[in-house]
Nanobody, 122 residues
Framework: EIELVETGGGSVEAGRSLRLSCEVSDNTFSSYSMGWFRQSPGKAREGVAALDSDGSTTYADSVKGRFAISQNSEKTFLYLSISNVNPEDSGKYYC????????????????WGQGTQLTVSS
């Protein structure tokens, strides 16, 4: 159906920029709501950015201005660009997809990747 594989995580110093990637393999040729979520130890998974099939974007208040979600024209990759990364950005980042529109930052996405770990050092 659909497979999501996140890459780009690792260890990075605070203040730097990086880009996470999600490779999308879709054999259904469907339109999807797409999102990025993160989870830190002891905290609930939270949505940080979303991209709807109509091109609209949604961001959590805590990341506005620093995070940017985008997708290549072929819709084979979903990206999350992060600027001025800080230690609170540390966590495991997940790519999510759903054939239903307007999921935004809802945790109800039905397709998930395995995640990529981001660790930010001060």
């Amino acid at each position: 159906e659909i497979e999501l594989v996140e890459t780009g995580g690792g260890s990075v110093e605070a203040g730097r920029s990086l880009r996470l990637s999600c490779e999308v393999s879709d054999n259904t040729f469907s339109s999807y709501s797409m999102g990025w979520f993160r989870q830190s130890p002891g905290k609930a998974r939270e949505g940080v950015a979303a991209l709807d099939s109509d091109g609209s974007t949604t961001y959590a208040d805590s990341v506005k201005g620093r995070f940017a979600i985008s997708q290549n024209s072929e819709k084979t990759f979903l990206y999350l660009s992060i600027s001025n990364v800080n230690p609170e950005d540390s966590g495991k980042y997940y790519c999510a997809a759903d054939r239903r529109p307007w999921l935004r930052l809802s945790p109800a996405y039905r397709h998930w990747g395995q995640g990529t770990q981001l660790t930010v050092s001060s």
